[in-house]
């Protein structure tokens, strides 16, 4: 469609969509609705807000905040003031934080809070295009007019929009198709990050390929938006893809309280990470744990059968009538009511990524009805670059490449893309964007090989293979995967590049830690006194021995340790989306290796 934008997309919405829901966020006692119309009107008001600040079409704006409703306000406002906006995680320091407005150069920034205002007060002195910084909460305009709080921000957009009769039309009309819409900076796992360009195009485009696999009605659905909006999947997933179909976007109050939200919302698609889906595995393992003997029995003997089916379907072998006979009486009085306790009864379309899953949570999923789909993508790749088909899913794979996107691979195993999706390269990096985009194809990085239906397995990232000191080259992360699958661990880190052997940093996950030691009579308070308790010990070596059976000897581990404690965001030891990052840990732990290594 020429000319087709995210603000051409946001508009044609607003019309058609008029008063029904675009939004829903509590106050506290209540799902409040925030409709097309107040969405559009809001956004008017922002967009001429920032005009009369002095934002003048391709300028940068940031947006330094958790999900909300003016999160999506600051967005599309500020690309239909003309300017390209730039998000920001929340759990960034002030020192990344003032990297990142400094690069990209923004003259305003939206922060959620005094918090989030703190950190761009503290290097503002080192940024000079900076002009203003427009905070979410209510708080009081600072004396120098620097911060403003968001109301302001509206009314003076009102005021400014009545003394300039079309200049609104005419700023979100500005953009073209091939136009920067946003840069966003990956968080990375090792040094600054980098400020992807992604077009107008690019994100129109890569909407209309992902409802292709979803399969979505327009002006149907529910969205929980809950996973950081600074990251492009849930950008797309919730955000984008609400501007471009109609659909509602809930925002949970807190990550704390996703599973009540969930009951809220009822989303008819739901994405999450990796970390989350094993927290429900783990929440579920638990609650059958504690259920009457016989209860317990009787559930395991289902979930038993249902997984037995799961691997029969996969492997193409048509399942038993006796045995579909019993799985639609589990479905009744066990599956179903399952969905529905976690909120996930309406939904269509089950979604993991941003890292590896455990195929064997994933069969559990798909044994009581939830059958998520991996897919595979990158910032670079406006998100998505395959995804599983809900009624094709292959388990262990991340599906074939989205509807107009090609994918094939070097002759060295790394992924290479080319479609509608990718970006235009890093924003003031001509180098970064020639080593990515090479011969009309982007790099990805990441090491894969495709099967004979075109479904995607992918195995590791390329610089983070690790090649032994007899030449071995081993990919950490599926033995990383498997010691995960364990309910007592919460993340390994394998090493061993130039080493005899492998070895394991392994995280104890709390919440399993805690109930293993009541079990035993332990003190489930101290985390790191546990980590150090034969009991806990044996089960990790035990969980050690038994993903060592599953691969040769070179690539089995032959030492590991316990950490005293989780990866943390605010150390840098993991990424807002839970990726660790590999680089940190061995800088932060290298005592601890050369130990293992001892």
Not at 117 to 124: A, S, Y
Not at 271 to 291: D, N, S, T, Y
Not at 334 to 351: E, S, Y
Not at 455 to 461: E, V
């Amino acid at each position: 469609m020429p000319g087709d934008t995210i603000t051409k997309r946001f508009h044609d919405q607003v019309e058609a969509m008029g008063d029904r829901p675009a939004m829903r966020h509590s106050d506290g006692d209540e799902w409040r609705v925030i409709t097309w119309r107040e969405y559009g009107d809001a956004v008017r008001q922002v967009a001429m807000g920032l005009a009369s600040l002095g934002v003048e079409p391709e300028d940068a704006v940031a947006v330094l905040s958790s999900n909300r409703p003016e999160w999506h306000l600051a967005d599309v406002g500020a690309m239909c003031a003309g300017a390209v906006t730039v998000p920001v995680y929340t759990t960034s320091s002030p020192g990344q934080v003032g990297y990142i407005l400094g690069h990209s150069e923004a003259k305003v920034v939206f922060v959620e809070d005094e918090e989030q205002l703190r950190k761009v007060e503290k290097e503002r002195a080192e940024l000079p295009a900076l002009r203003h910084a427009v905070v979410f909460d209510d708080v009081a305009a600072s004396a120098d007019g620097f911060a403003l709080p968001f109301s302001d921000l509206r009314g003076q957009g009102t005021t400014f929009d009545l003394e300039n009769e079309g200049l609104y039309e005419r700023r979100w009309g500005h953009p073209a198709p091939e136009d920067v819409a946003t840069i966003v900076y990956t968080s990375g796992t090792t040094g600054n990050p980098k400020g992807a360009m992604l077009t107008h195009d690019n994100v129109v485009w890569t909407c209309g390929s992902l409802l292709k696999v979803f399969q979505e009605e327009p002006g149907a659905g529910r969205r929980l938006s809950f996973l950081p909006l600074s990251h492009i999947a849930e950008r797309m997933t919730s955000h984008f893809l609400g501007i471009y179909n109609g659909h509602e976007v809930w925002f949970a109050r807190s990550l704390d309280t996703v599973l009540e939200d969930l009951q809220a919302c009822r989303p008819t698609v739901f994405f999450a990470v990796p970390r989350v889906w094993e927290k429900f595995h783990a929440g579920i393992q638990a609650k059958l744990g504690q259920l009457p003997e016989e209860q317990r029995q009787a559930a395991e003997g289902a979930v038993y059968v249902a997984i037995a089916a799961v691997e029969l379907e996969q492997e193409g072998i048509e399942i038993a009538e006796e045995m579909t006979h019993g799985l639609h009486e589990a479905e009744e009085r066990m599956f179903l009511p399952l969905r529905q306790a976690l909120g996930l009864d309406a939904c269509t379309f089950f979604v993991s990524g941003a890292a590896p899953i455990n195929a064997e949570i994933l069969k559990f999923f798909h044994a009581v009805g939830i059958r998520i789909a991996e897919v595979y993508g990158q910032t670079e790749g406006t998100g998505p670059t395959t995804l599983n088909p809900a009624e094709r899913i292959k388990i262990g794979t991340v599906g074939p490449p989205i509807p107009g996107v090609e994918v094939r691979i070097a002759e060295d195993g790394e992924v290479l893309v080319r479609g509608g999706n990718v970006f235009r390269g890093y924003f003031r990096d001509d180098a970064a964007t020639g080593e990515t985009l090479r011969d009309g194809w982007m790099h990805s990085g990441d090491v894969g090989a495709l099967d004979e239906d075109g479904y995607l397995t992918i195995t590791d990232r390329k610089k983070d293979l690790i090649i032994t000191a007899s030449g071995k080259n081993v990919a950490p992360q599926e033995l990383e995967n498997r010691l995960k699958y364990h309910p007592l661990i919460s993340q390994a880190v394998v090493v061993g590049e130039g080493r005899p052997y492998l070895s394991a940093l392994i995280t104890l996950d709390p919440e399993a830690a805690g109930r293993f030691a009541v079990e035993r009579g332990l003190d489930p308070g101290d985390l790191e006194a546990l980590a150090g308790r034969p009991e806990v010990r044996a089960a990790v070596d035990g969980a050690v021995e038994a993903v060592n059976a599953e691969f040769s000897r070179a690539e089995g581990i032959k030492r590991w340790t316990i950490l005293p404690r989780d990866f943390q965001q605010d150390l840098e030891e993991i990424t807002p989306t839970l990726k660790v990052r590999r680089r940190a840990i061995m800088e932060r732990y290298a005592d601890e290796i050369e130990a293992l290594y001892a």
